[in-house]
């Protein structure tokens, strides 16, 4: 089920792309639906580079039920790259259990076959008819996945923060977006129950046992 209450450990979540895919866009409007419309507890952070378009762009999101502590993203549980670049700067801080989700028309390699992908751009250009509406279109898919995101919730935060002349195309896009993870991404992703940890915790004493080991 879709968009129902659930308590959250720290979840950590990275957009990633170039600068002027609205990375930073994508994340203020789902950080801004999570903690107005769901209560959570979020931190955002973003990063771009000096560039106006072109250069690495990224928009981290830290989620919980609890205050954070800490508001930088360390171990990731959802990456989503608009880009080669996002994929291969990124990839290796997700968590062993973490979802990675790709634009399969911009993204050619994975550094495995474990990921979730649509088109993000082509859907945006061909469908909407609006190639800058990429974003979103990516912002309505990884609502889908969230199993703690409501869709009516981030449409809200949509309607509130966009200019009216671009607001009925990007519901469109979102709508889009959500539709196509539904009908082909499967399942909303599995999140790790509060309680159990997330597995980095178990790693960290592994390597630390090794280390004493040595």
């Known amino acids: ?111 495995s076959n474990l990921f979730l992908g649509l088109p993000f751009t082509a859907l945006a250009r061909d469908t909407v008819g609006v190639p800058q509406a990429t974003n979103v279109v990516a912002l309505g898919a990884v609502t889908w996945l969230l199993p703690f995101a409501k869709p009516e919730a981030v449409r809200k935060s949509l309607k509130a923060s966009l200019p009216e002349k671009i607001r009925a195309a990007n519901l469109r896009a979102f709508n889009l977006g959500y539709t196509e993870a539904k009908k082909r991404l499967g399942a909303p992703m599995a999140i790790p129950d509060a309680t159990d940890g997330d597995g980095q915790e178990e790693e960290r004493m592994e390597l630390c046992n090794i280390m004493a080991d040595d």
């Open 1 to 111: 089920m879709n968009g129902k209450d659930m308590v959250l450990a720290r979840y950590e979540i990275r957009l990633s792309g170039l600068g002027g895919q609205g990375i930073l866009t994508m994340g203020r409007l789902l950080g801004q639906a999570l903690a107005l419309y769901h209560d959570y507890h979020v931190t955002q952070t973003q990063s771009y580079g000096p560039e106006a378009r072109g250069g690495a762009s990224r928009a981290d999101l830290v989620v919980s039920s609890e205050p954070i502590s800490y508001p930088k993203t360390e171990y990731l549980d959802l990456l989503v790259a608009l880009s080669q670049e996002a994929v291969a700067s990124y990839a290796h801080y997700l968590k062993p259990r973490g979802t990675l989700v790709i634009d399969t028309e911009l993204v050619r390699q994975t550094p």
